[in-house]
T-cell receptor, first 112, second 114 residues
Framework: KQEVTQIPAALSVPEGENLVLNCSFTDSAIYNLQWFRQDPGKGLTSLLLIQSSQREQTSGRLNASLDKSSGRSTLYIAASQPGDSATYLCAVSRGGADGLTFGKGTHLIIQP | SAVISQKPSRDICQRGTSLTIQCQVDSQVTMMFWYRQQPGQSLTLIATANQGSEATYESGFVIDKFPISRPNLTFSTLTVSNMSPEDSSIYLC???????????FGEGSRLTVL
């Protein structure tokens, strides 16, 4: 059974810092990996999707990498802003038509 | 990306009753899924909603407790039956508009069972 672990569980940093969120998964036979953010009381917003054949994806200040063989992904946030405060979730899919297995998330606070 | 609307957004229910949650998508989508997020926990996949046939349930979830319908490519319902306080969660509808592709989520339905 696939298990997804996210470290750290919580992180608080001052505005402007660059930071890295970590995600690991036990079964490397994934189809793709997706990063989301969840704001309090809200649904999930998709940030980045990385196919298993890809090494990284970038969107604005966000960069996600994938090392499928070692079962790891990182989400890099550059020049953090208070608006980046949210819970960040990592999830993997076992097949192109399948649902996702989620980690428990990293609760991020960016201090103004 | 698909726009997903869920109803109700929140509800408070009595033990032993049932509640049906609706998920409406603004475009035809290939795959629809239902997830549960218990307080302080991450998301757990309940089932894949299949158009015109029975849903495919994940381990630990059964049709009698969580009946699902998907009459067409834009709409699905999840019913939480015979509710207990342990069913208090956020229930989220998600869709994949193509295969393979990103998964998109609705705002969720926050259910409190007294």
């Amino acid at each position: 059974k696939q298990e997804v672990t996210q470290i750290p569980a919580a992180l608080s940093v001052p505005e402007g810092e660059n930071l890295v969120l970590n995600c690991s998964f036990t079964d490397s036979a994934i189809y793709n990996l997706q990063w989301f953010r969840q704001d309090p009381g809200k649904g999930l917003t998709s940030l980045l999707l990385i196919q298993s054949s890809q090494r990284e994806q970038t969107s604005g200040r966000l960069n996600a990498s994938l090392d499928k063989s070692s079962g790891r992904s990182t989400l890099y946030i550059a020049a953090s802003q208070p608006g980046d405060s949210a819970t960040y979730l990592c999830a993997v899919s076992r097949g192109g038509a399948d649902g996702l297995t989620f980690g428990k998330g990293t609760h991020l606070i960016i201090q103004p | 990306s698909a726009v997903i609307s869920q109803k109700p957004s929140r509800d408070i229910c009595q033990r032993g009753t049932s509640l049906t949650i609706q998920c409406q998508v603004d475009s035809q989508v290939t795959m629809m899924f239902w997830y549960r997020q218990q307080p302080g926990q991450s998301l757990t996949l309940i089932a894949t909603a299949n158009q015109g046939s029975e849903a495919t349930y994940e381990s630990g979830f059964v049709i009698d407790k969580f009946p699902i319908s998907r009459p067409n490519l834009t709409f699905s319902t999840l019913t939480v039956s015979n509710m207990s306080p342990e069913d208090s969660s956020i229930y989220l509808c998600s869709v994949r508009d193509r295969v393979p592709g990103e998964l998109f989520f609705g705002e969720g339905s926050r259910l409190t069972v007294l």
